[in-house]
C-alpha cells in the first residue's frame, strides 16, 4: 500500500540558510510521482515541485530543489537560501499510476520556522 | 484565469444534518479531486473524477459520503447524517488531466463544523 512518512514534525531554519525536510514513501508501482506542497497559515496548498520515478535528474524550481534517491524511496525536499515567507507546513504527496489520476497520498507533513 | 473556488467557505451544521459542499474547478481542467483534512493533518484523498465519471472513489470513508460531477466541471460533496467526526477542511483540486505530472491546484477549502 502507499505511504508517505515525513519524519520531522517540526525545523528550524535560520535566514538565509539552506534546509531540508525528509521524506520516505512505500509504493510497489513501478511508476509513480512525488510532489512537495507549502501550506501557509492561511490554509492553501501551493505546488512547489513534482519528480517522476523515471525521471533521471533531481527536480529544480528556484530555490526548491528535489533530493530523489529511489533505491532508498527517499524525496527530500531541499530549500536554499530559506526567507520568512517560507514559514509555513510542507507536505510530500505521492501518486502512482502510469495513466489516470488516481489518488494522491500525503504525508503528515513538516511544520518550518524560519527565524530572523 | 479563474482559481479553484469552494462554496461556502464555512459550515456550522448539527449533527445528523445533511451537507452538500461545492466545488468549481478551474476552466477546462478535467480532473478533480476531493480531500478531507483534519487539523494538524495531511490531506485525505476522498475521491477523483476524470471528466463527469468517479474514477477512484476508495476514500470515501462510508457510504454517508457521495460526490457528483454531472457535467464535468463543478462537483458537489454530500455528507448524509453528519457526525461530529466528520469535522475537518475539505478541499477540493483540480488539474489539467489525470495523473502524470500535472499538478493540482487546491481551492481555498470548506471548513465544516459538525456540533
Not at chain 1, 21 to 44: A, I, R
Not at chain 2, 2 to 25: I, M
Not at chain 2, 61 to 75: C, H, L, M, Q, T
Request: with cysteine; aromatic share 12%; charged share 20%.
Amino acid at each position: 500500500a502507499q505511504k508517505i512518512t515525513q519524519t520531522q514534525p517540526g525545523m528550524f531554519v535560520q535566514e538565509k540558510e539552506a534546509v531540508t525536510l525528509d521524506c520516505t514513501y512505500d509504493t510497489s508501482d513501478q511508476s509513480y510521482g512525488l510532489f512537495w506542497y507549502k501550506q501557509p497559515s492561511s490554509g492553501e496548498m501551493i505546488f512547489l515541485i513534482y519528480q517522476g520515478s523515471y525521471d533521471e535528474q533531481n527536480a529544480t524550481e528556484g530555490r526548491y530543489s528535489l533530493n530523489f534517491q529511489k533505491a532508498r524511496k527517499s524525496a527530500n525536499l531541499v530549500i536554499s537560501a530559506s526567507q520568512l515567507g517560507d514559514s509555513a507546513m510542507y507536505f510530500c504527496a505521492m501518486r502512482e499510476g502510469r495513466t489516470g489520476g488516481f489518488k494522491t497520498i500525503f504525508g503528515a507533513g513538516t511544520r518550518l520556522f524560519v527565524k530572523a | 484565469g479563474a482559481g479553484v473556488s469552494q462554496t461556502p467557505s464555512n459550515k456550522v451544521t448539527e449533527k445528523g444534518k445533511y451537507v452538500e459542499l461545492r466545488c468549481d474547478p478551474i476552466s477546462g481542467h478535467t480532473a478533480l479531486y476531493w480531500y478531507r483534512q483534519s487539523l494538524g493533518q495531511g490531506p485525505e484523498f476522498l475521491i477523483y473524477f476524470q471528466g463527469t465519471g468517479a474514477a477512484d472513489d476508495s476514500g470515501l470513508p462510508n457510504d454517508r459520503f457521495f460526490a457528483v460531477r454531472p457535467e464535468g466541471s463543478v462537483s458537489t460533496l454530500k455528507i448524509q447524517r453528519t457526525e461530529r467526526g466528520d469535522s475537518a477542511v475539505y478541499l477540493c483540486a483540480s488539474s489539467l488531466k489525470g495523473g502524470g505530472a500535472y499538478e493540482q491546484y487546491f481551492g481555498p477549502g470548506t471548513r465544516l463544523t459538525v456540533t
